[in-house]
Each structure stands twice: as C-alpha cells, then as structure tokens.
C-alpha cells in the first residue's frame, strides 16, 4: 500500500526497499462484460471478475436451495454455477438469463457444509485444512508433513465417511504457518524480539478515525506498531480477532493522518482500490507483501477451515475460518499484506499457508469483506478523492496495463517494457505452480508441513 500522511511523512508505511520479485507486471486489459442482445437471451455472458462476483451473489441469493456454487471460467471470462440435479429446469433458465453458464452437479451446498462440519469435529489437527471447491463440487482437504501416524489415519477416514464423491485428499508443500516476520512492511517489539507483518488496505474506522487493516494474528501479537524497524510506533492495535478469524484494526496515533486506497506494487507504482469485493473461484488475483513483493495466482477455494499449529501451546491448534484459498505463493513477513483483484478489487488479508515463492504452494486469506463487516471501518479515508497527499511522487498504475518489469529502469526510476503478470523472470519465483501438492490416496508423506506467516 502507498500509506501518505500530511504533514509529517509523505508515506507513513514505507516498502523499505523490497522491490517485487518474479512476476512483477501486473493489471491485464480488462475485457467488458458484452452486451446481451435479444437474439441469444440464454448465451453465457462475458465479464471482468468482479461482475462475476456481483453476479455470483445476486444468483446464490435467487436460486436458494438449489445453488451449489460457482466459479470464474478465466479463460472464456463466463461465470460457471452449479445447481443441483432435480427438477430444476426453471432455476436453470433463471441462472442462464441472467447470464451465467449453468452446470448440474450432485453436492449441494448444505450437504458440503454438514461435511465440513463432519471434519471439524472428527479431523482439526495441526497440519489439515479444507475448504470447497466448486470446480470439483468436494471439499478439498489438504494435510502437510506433521499429519503422519493416528492422526493421518484420522484424516483419511473421517474423508472416508463422507461418501464418495464429496471430499479429496492431498499432501502440500511446505507448512502450514502464519507468516509473520513483515504491501508495506511494518514492524513491532515484544517480549520475545522483534516482529514484522505487511500493511494491508488503509481503511477509516467507524469513529472516523484513520486506520488500516491488517492480519489478526499480528494484531495479537504486538499491539504498536511502527513503519521502521527501529522507529517509533505510529499506529496502535484497536482490534484484534485471532483465531477464529485472521484480521485486525491498527489505528495510526496521529489523527491527521491522511491516506490512500492503493497497493504499493514497487518501483514507485501503485495500483487504485476502488472497493472490497467477494472472491470468486478461478479468479486471478495479486498478493503484495513486503517480504516477497508482487506475486499472482488464482483462487482455488473458499470457506476454507485452517488449523494451524498453536504458537502458545504445544498440544493446541489454531482454527481459522472463512478464508480464502489460493495457489498464490507466500513467506513469512507476508502476513496482513493486500490481495486485489487487477481491476482494483480489495479482496483479502494474507494469513498463512503452505510452500515458498520459488516451489509453489498454497496460501490463504482472510476476507476482506468480513473484516470490514466486523470492525465496521470503510475503505480508504471515506471521501473520494481525498489523501493525495503532499510531495507525491508515486505514479498511479493505469488498470489497463501492465507494471513496468522492475529490471527495464534507466536508473532514475523510469520503467519500460511491460510483461505478462502470468509469466516468471526465468528464475523459478513465478507465480504459476503446478505439481505442489502430490495426491496421497495411497497415504504418501512429502516431507513438509503447514505453517503461517510469521
């Protein structure tokens, strides 16, 4: 995030020099959703991910029962909803008015939620997590390294209980963790050393007061919070909501404060927010932290349960749920950073996840929807227009282009020659991963484990 304040900082959360790595362009044209015409009333539409959002919302509400999910098609940019098998057809011809392409499937939506709360009570180890995933129409568990012996044991039987056809098991790369070490990097002292997390999205608090949101698990581990290693703190912990739920309101102490709604992708380019959207299945989104910089991906899940190792107690296990799951990669530092959507979406709060940013893996986030429900705070300082702050030089990237590649610079800061966001650097950071996760049906251990990002 770009993070101004007037009249003391120009930038009140700096990058602290972590240019993007990898994939560092970003924002492809935006393809418009087409225009329906009277001939072909029940064609599948075109749209941008977030009319496929607001689509997907407007049709889980109108179909009731009988919606199963949904996700975005990124490469024919349709929106694909499930509905259950019956005598359906006057629901199938509602969905595919409004534009969607509709698909019958066999699970519906209760009967994945009676099954997620079937793992709950019988699987939440450290180490698992699941979530649903429409394409499928199961729930995705995954497991790392430390879910060995009784407890994998447990796992592959509880899935077992549920029926064919309605869940799957995988082993991840990596450890599930929360990745706490440091958008913008912010830093913070506590008994036991010095922590980092990322600033997610500047927000105004519901005593309009300015704020920023970031991940809970940060939150409760330090309560000031400063924009320089060594520095003063310059923003205190309000609320703080870990687990359970991964996010946290941090206030900045000086209420004349001003900020901005953008991402601070490196090389002195920010991308617009403009609002906090729902996530949708097969989108592609962008994660910015200050650890890794800029990485893209797609997400893969949603209502995903995590149960993470507890960091107080040996023997414990912190659930989070309602997150987000992607195949986008992450490390520790990263936590609380922005993922958005490349049309200026806010979409969620990095928590923790599997892998690393050169083997791949999983990583998960929380809603920033939710978060800002909780809190009651607003994006940005809640007047349009406002916090462009004095003395800027921070160029606002156009939504219809791509980042400059960080390595094409004459020195002064000028950029050229843009590149795919989908595409690596030719050093194995890229974003897009395939062969993470190994199917274990024959109970196969990988050698890794689950962890979040401290």
């Known amino acids: 995030m770009s993070h101004k304040r007037i009249p003391k900082r120009k930038a009140a959360i700096a990058i602290g020099g972590v240019a993007a790595l990898g994939a560092a362009a970003i924002l492809l044209p935006n393809a418009n959703a087409s225009q329906d015409n009277s001939a072909g ?11 496929a959002s607001d689509l997907s919302s407007q049709l889980a509400g109108l179909l009731g029962d009988a919606f199963a999910g949904s996700y975005y098609d990124s490469a024919t940019q349709q929106l694909v909803v499930n509905v259950i098998s019956g005598d359906n057809d006057k629901v199938v011809v509602q ?42 129409n199961k729930i995705q568990v995954l497991a790392d390294s430390s879910v060995t012996g009784a407890k994998w ?8 209980s549920l029926g064919t056809n309605m869940a799957t098991v995988k082993k991840t790369a990596g450890s599930f963790k929360t990745l706490v070490s440091g958008g913008d990097a912010i830093f913070a002292q506590t008994d036991q050393g010095g922590v980092r997390c990322s600033l997610g999205f500047n927000v105004t608090a519901s005593d309009g007061t300015p704020a920023f949101l970031t991940a809970g698990h940060c939150g409760v581990a330090a309560k000031q919070w400063s924009d320089s290693q060594d520095g003063q703190p310059i923003a205190t912990v309000d609320q703080a909501t870990f687990p359970g739920n991964d996010f946290s309101l941090v206030k900045y102490d000086d209420p004349a404060t001003q900020t901005t709604s953008d991402v601070n992708v490196g090389n002195g380019q920010t991308v617009q927010i403009t609002q906090a959207e729902d996530a949708t299945v097969g989108t592609q989104v962008f994660r910015m932290g200050s650890t890794t910089g800029l990485h893209d ?7 995903a349960t995590v149960n993470f190792q507890s960091e107080t107690d040996p023997n414990g ?3 989070v749920n309602g997150l987000i799951q992607t195949d986008v990669c992450a490390e520790a530092g990263d936590s609380g950073g922005s993922l958005f959507t490349q049309d200026g979406g806010a979409v969620g709060l990095t928590s923790g996840g599997s892998g690393d940013c050169t083997s791949g893996g999983e990583t998960f986030f929380q809603p920033v929807t939710a978060a800002l429900t909780a809190t009651g705070a607003t994006l940005g300082d809640g007047a349009a227009g406002a916090g462009a702050g004095v003395g800027d030089d921070t160029a606002t990237a156009d939504p219809s282009a791509t980042a400059a590649d960080p390595s094409a610079t004459d020195g002064t800061g000028d950029q050229s020659g843009a590149v795919d966001p989908s595409a690596t650097d030719g050093t194995g950071t890229g974003q897009d991963q395939s062969g993470t996760g190994q ?10 484990s689950l962890t979040s990002n401290h």
């Open 41 to 51: 009333a029940a064609t599948p539409k075109t749209f941008k991910a977030t009319g």
């Open 95 to 136: 969905a595919e008015k409004a534009g969607a392409k509709v698909r019958k499937v066999q699970n519906s939506t209760a009967e994945l939620t009676a099954a997620a709360k079937v793992l709950k009570t019988k699987a939440t180890v450290p180490g698992t997590a699941w979530s649903v995933d429409p394409k499928t």
């Open 439 to 448: 199917d274990t049906g024959t109970g196969a251990d990988d050698g890794s």
């Open 153 to 160: 044991d447990t796992v592959l039987s509880t899935v077992k």
């Open 317 to 319: 296990v912190d659930t």
């Open 297 to 303: 991906g797609t997400v893969t899940g949603l209502d």
